[in-house]
């Protein structure tokens, strides 16, 4: 009987060592593939694809984990305040999502949001994986190895993008020299500082061969090459100051003499860091001569970082708004848009930004402050606080291994690197992936150095202990494999959102779009964005409808009808899964508005009741106000519609839709001067837009300033040369002919900005 329990066991121990190792490659692989993953041919966002890798490969890796402890028996996990702290950070955002107005938003979000519980959940299991996986210098060499090799395949992608052009490659996503495999053009400067910093403490700390020394330098060039063209001031700096961390420790350690008694990897006995010091001056350099010097590179290659993400003091003022109507939960985890759209000050509408819409604050963590509330961001403080100084307490107990020294340092450099752009930044999903990654290898590298202690947990002996271990991990399991599905249906409803809007491209494949969204809707049904999707697909076949000839009367009868229901459903279904997205009411209201003219009952009435309910939701938006002054319109109703055109302009004093609009009221009311004045207020505004400047034409020959006309169309003429319309006027002005007949409306493809919300 004890042969055959030893046989058993002896089987368990293999299957266990098996999903270890599946487990550890599944990380591995991700680790690897994350920063230079996309999907070609499609115009799927490279965060959403990212976002759904990450999901799968820690599903993967944590599930194997889990069984493999399940089989072994026994768990052992570090023992350090920091992975509790960020479980208290997980636990707060699961209250406020389940008190959010809105948990779907919260728990799962509509695409593969940053900011939701699962996202959370996420990345706490990227800590602890790397925390437990991550074992021995090793395992640690391949992941450093891979991030490096990453790092060379993007540099070498972005080259070929600058010197050759963009979509050189022909995968019809690299449109533009900026657009590169990590993320945003800012993301590659967070990406390369971090390349630079494990570069330098590797030349610094470890001993290598003379060609391996050779490659990390010219590593570090090229980094600082893109750091020069990217030009960001907070990079430069935290590169400056972490690379001066590395000459100090580099310092420290030669002066002490622990890392010469390694006869394999021995550190050279430099009196003087150079490298190290070089970067520190190269950063100095930049952070006090910039901008100037770094536009000299980007001016040059004609590549610029421009990022744009409300600032610190507009972030705490929606702080302050929200923590006023509820102090503990907050808006709801991953409700920044709405809260934005619903308390960010007035003074914003004065900028180019007025109606854009922040998913983020100026930095990701501060957000959770809006959204989660005063417990997760105070636990994500206790969380940074304490890593910084427990950091900065340990990574000065040298070792007389090099390599030993060499990881301590690397992970908690990389780790706050990291960390503080989460603080002082919006970085996409690569680099807060890769942020857990490198604490979860710190928290491993003190617990190897027996910095930290363990707790060490044995279940198959005692029967009660096996009982409920072996729940929780089920329990852990069973969710586990439920979150990869559903990340799977939410990126399968992306791709079918994708597929609907190319096909919508072309009027071909038009028709087919719908198969696409219903698609997409089914498989995220819980998303209003898929039924929003839908309703705009049916509006658009609405309108092409009425703007058809040609078609029998009872045929147009029939689809009209079907087309306006399905809108109108699928608007109602959008508002369904998101009552407090604004967006939602506003395309439910255009939906309306867009048969008002038809004299359908109810239209009216329906489309106002939706636009003020948006406007609830926004209530300084100028361009709700809008829409209603253009229901006003539609309904004959003039005085009304002035009302609410002077309530856009109170809000935004230059919205030029809002000038254009009333400029031509006044003009169709016969008032010329006021229209003339309202026209010149819009252009001012918007000097380049050609509809305000084919107004203020049609208004000078109405005032017979016939040669002010004649210039202004002939500078139209110029900038859309060959319009017939333009072409007619001219000749009419100057003949001193009247030009009524031809001043309806201009025959471009200009979208109002109103109606497209």
């Known amino acids: 009987m004890d042969t055959i329990n030893t046989s058993i066991r002896s089987v368990e121990t293999s299957k266990a060592k098996l999903f270890a190792k599946i487990s550890y490659y599944a990380y591995l692989i991700t680790i690897a593939l994350v920063p230079i993953f996309f999907i070609p041919f499609t115009t799927i966002a490279f965060d959403i694809s990212k976002s759904y890798l990450i999901s799968i490969g820690i599903c993967t890796s944590f599930t194997f984990w889990l069984l493999a402890k399940l089989l072994d028996g026994n768990i052992s996990l570090p023992k350090t305040p920091l992975i509790f702290a960020f479980l208290g950070t997980l636990f707060f955002t699961v209250l406020s999502s389940l008190f959010s107005v809105a948990p779907n938003v919260s728990f799962i979000g509509t695409g593969f949001d940053i900011g939701t519980t699962s996202s959370i959940l996420l990345m706490f299991l990227t800590l602890f994986l790397g925390s437990v996986l991550i074992g021995g210098p090793s395992r640690k060499s391949s992941v450093y190895f891979l991030i490096l090799g990453v790092s060379i395949i993007s540099i070498l992608w972005q080259l070929v993008l600058i010197i050759v052009g963009p979509n050189t490659l022909g995968i019809g996503i690299f449109s533009s020299k900026t657009i590169n495999l990590i993320g945003k053009w800012s993301d590659f400067s967070v990406f390369l500082g971090a390349i630079i910093l494990l570069a330098v403490a590797m030349v610094e700390l470890l001993k290598i061969g003379k060609v391996q020394k050779i490659f990390t330098l010219v590593l570090i060039g090229a980094c600082l090459f893109f750091l020069m063209l990217i030009n960001s001031i907070s990079a430069w700096v935290l590169v400056g100051l972490f690379s001066l961390i590395i000459f100090i420790y580099a310092m420290t350690v030669i002066r002490n003499g622990n890392a010469t008694q390694d006869t394999n990897n021995i550190l050279e006995k430099r009196f003087f860091p150079a490298i190290s010091f070089s970067v ?197 399991f069973i969710a586990t494999l439920s979150m990869g599905y559903i990340y799977t249906k939410k990126f399968v409803a992306v791709a079918y959102t994708d597929q609907g809007f190319r096909r919508t491209q072309n009027v071909d494949t038009f028709n087919k779009a719908e198969k696409s969204f219903v698609s997409s809707a089914r498989n995220n049904s819980k998303a209003d964005f898929a039924y929003q999707n839908l309703a705009n697909y049916y509006y658009s076949k609405l309108n092409i409808l009425m703007n058809s000839s040609g078609l029998s009367d009872e045929f147009v009868g029939s689809q009209f009808q079907s087309y306006f229901l399905n809108a109108e459903n699928s608007a109602k279904l959008a508002i369904s899964k998101d009552r407090t997205n604004f967006f939602n009411w506003v395309l439910l209201g255009n939906i309306y508005k867009g048969v008002v003219p038809l004299d359908i009952e109810g239209s009216y009435e329906s489309a106002k009741a939706s636009y003020e309910s948006a406007l609830v939701l926004n209530p300084n938006s100028p361009s709700i106000y809008l829409l209603l002054a253009r229901l006003e319109l539609a309904n004959d109703n003039i005085p009304q519609a002035k009302i609410n055109i002077d309530k856009a302009l109170a809000l935004k004093q230059n919205y030029g839709e809002a000038l254009f609009l009333t400029s031509q009221i006044y003009l169709e009311e016969g008032d010329n001067d006021e229209a003339l004045n309202r026209i010149v207020q819009a252009l001012f505004a918007d000097p380049s837009n050609i509809e305000y400047e084919y107004l203020l034409g049609v208004v000078y020959e109405k005032l017979g300033r016939e040669k002010d006309a004649i210039a202004v169309f002939k500078d139209i003429n110029n900038k859309i040369p060959g319009n017939k319309q333009i072409e007619s006027i001219l000749e009419k002005l100057e003949k001193g002919q009247n030009i009524d007949a031809y001043t309806e409306n201009l025959e471009t493809d200009t979208i109002d900005s109103a109606e497209s919300q």
């Open 280 to 476: 520190v001056m190269v950063s100095l350099v930049f952070v006090l001569a910039n901008p100037l010097v770094g536009q000299i590179f980007s001016n040059n290659l004609g590549v610029y970082n421009v990022e744009f993400r409300p600032s610190v003091s507009t972030t705490f003022e929606v702080a302050k708004q929200v923590l006023a109507q509820d102090p503990v939960f907050g808006f709801g985890a991953n409700r920044f848009e709405n809260a934005w759209a619903q308390f960010r000050p007035v003074k914003v509408l004065q900028t180019t930004f007025w109606d854009t819409n922040f998913s983020q604050g100026f930095g990701f963590i501060p957000t959770f402050l809006v959204t989660s509330g005063p417990l997760v961001f105070l636990s994500l403080l206790f969380f940074l606080v304490y890593f910084f100084y427990f950091g900065i307490k340990k990574v000065f107990s040298f070792s007389v291994e090099p390599m030993a020294n060499f990881f301590l340092l690397s992970s908690f450099i990389l780790a706050a690197y990291f960390l503080i752009f989460l603080w002082i930044s919006v970085p996409n999903i690569t680099i807060i992936f890769l942020t857990f990654v490198m604490i979860g290898i710190f928290i491993n590298t003190l617990e190897e150095r027996k910095l930290i202690g363990q707790y060490k947990i044995s279940f198959l002996k005692d029967p009660r202990k096996s009982f409920f271990s072996i729940l929780t991990i089920s329990v852990l």
